[in-house]
């Protein structure tokens, strides 16, 4: 997804098909799909789309109201769409089985974090550091105040969540926050477990990949082979990671 309701779907011979709804101005930020051909997608001016038939038809849902907050993340559970989390900025939290939630802060929640053993998210995450318990509505915050950009939207039982962030921010969470220490001094913009096991990608300016294998304790750095900014960083579940960046560049990084 992209700028002006741009929003693209390859296709099973590979080919990218520009499916984007007709008569969308707004920038889209972030889309999720399930194995069930449910997808959403959300972006600027409190959009949010979703489509039923494995994105080649999107509608918008007009009765979501986010207060004109633009949309940052969407995700659900692959296996279950119907537990899935928006957060957009001014502090816009969005809980399916729960309806917003209000922060004490006005801060950017940039991202939501589940678990794929239970489907059920549990963090959100804020540019300023700031980790929301979805359950209890209780809150820690990242020592060093770093910005945070991204976070890996799900991982399996034993593996920590993974958060990213300027100067080469890498964090882990599993019941307690542990800083690595930075690989590069970058701006990261994403990351994403890469459906191997223990194994994570992180992207950011620059062009840089960055590859864990370890659960999120070391990482090595890839060629890329642009100079480009990496903004975004997806998997499909056996072990290929999509990277999408500045001046339409995709990527596929196995």
């Known amino acids: 997804v992209g700028n002006r309701g741009t929003i693209l779907l390859r296709d099973s011979t590979g080919e990218w098909l520009d499916v984007s709804p007709e008569g969308l101005s707004a920038d889209l930020n972030s889309v ?36 004109g907050a633009a949309l940052l993340s969407v995700n659900f559970d692959p296996s279950s769409p119907y537990n899935f989390v928006i957060t957009g900025e ?41 980790l929301i318990f979805l359950e209890s509505g209780s809150s820690i ?40 220490p930075p690989v590069v001094q970058v701006n990261l913009n ?13 992207v950011g300016d620059r062009g840089t990949i960055l590859v864990s294998n370890d659960g999120g304790v070391t990482w090595d750095k890839m060629d890329s082979g642009t100079s480009r900014n990496l903004n975004g960083v997806a998997s ?3 072990g290929n990671c999509y990277a999408v960046g500045d001046n339409v560049f995709p990527g596929v990084f196995p």
Do not use: K, Y
């Open 32 to 67: 999720t799909a399930a194995v069930n051909g449910t997808c959403m997608a959300c972006g600027d001016q409190g959009t949010l789309l979703s489509s039923f038939d494995g994105g080649r038809t999107w509608r918008i849902c007009e009765d979501f109201d986010s207060g």
């Open 90 to 130: 001014n502090g816009f939290l969005f809980v399916s089985d729960l309806g917003e939630i209000p922060l004490d802060s006005p801060d950017h929640v940039v991202a939501s974090c589940a678990r794929l053993c239970s489907g059920a998210p549990e963090l959100a995450v804020t540019a300023s550091g700031n």
């Open 141 to 180: 915050n990242l020592p060093g105040g770093i910005r945070v950009n991204g976070a890996s939207a799900f991982v399996t039982g034993g593996l920590p969540f993974v958060l990213v962030g300027d100067a080469g921010l890498i964090a882990l969470f599993q019941g307690e926050v542990s800083l690595i």
């Open 190 to 202: 994403d990351v994403s477990m890469t459906g191997s096991e223990a194994s994570f990608c992180a």
């Open 236 to 238: 499909d579940g056996a």
